[in-house]
């Protein structure tokens, strides 16, 4: 399918897509929280989350219809705040971005296409410690002001 925005693509996806790569934990969806370093399309929080607690799951994902450069370089970004940051792209163009795969795999970023109703993930990032505890607690806050 091709989509004929960005917005359409963040609109028809649905989470429960990506859940076999997801824990079993209810997640708080934020779409283009402010105030970060980026404004990712959307942010996955562990619904368990709390200023007390130190060890929740985060994951941005960053939804482009064909820019996989862009697309890479805000997702990088997202890594500040997010333990995975994923960029799910238009399936019709994903090729560009798989030739270049290793890109993705070298800044741990995951990779993902999506069709309208599949996802195929080409790249699955490792579970890592935001880089930057600031980045990271400002999200906290956004997302518990939010709920």
Request: overall charge positive; glycine content about 2%; aromatic content about 12%.
């Amino acid at each position: 399918m091709n989509f004929s925005s960005e917005q359409k693509m963040v609109d028809s996806f649905e989470v429960s897509l990506i859940s076999d790569f997801l824990p079993k934990n209810d997640f708080i969806k934020v779409y283009e929280p402010k105030g970060l370093f980026g404004i990712p399309d959307l942010i996955l929080v562990e619904n368990s989350c709390s200023l007390a607690s130190k060890t929740y799951l985060t994951i941005a994902i960053e939804f482009k219809l064909k820019n996989w450069k862009r697309a890479l370089s805000q997702a990088f970004k997202y890594r500040s705040f997010a333990n995975l940051s994923f960029v799910i792209l238009d399936n019709a163009f994903i090729k560009p971005a798989l030739k270049n795969i290793e890109l993705f795999e070298k800044s741990n970023i995951g990779l993902i296409s999506y069709d309208g109703n599949n996802v195929i993930f080409h790249h699955r990032p490792s579970n890592k410690t935001p880089f930057s505890k600031t980045q990271s607690e400002k999200l906290l806050e956004i997302i518990l002001n939010q709920n």
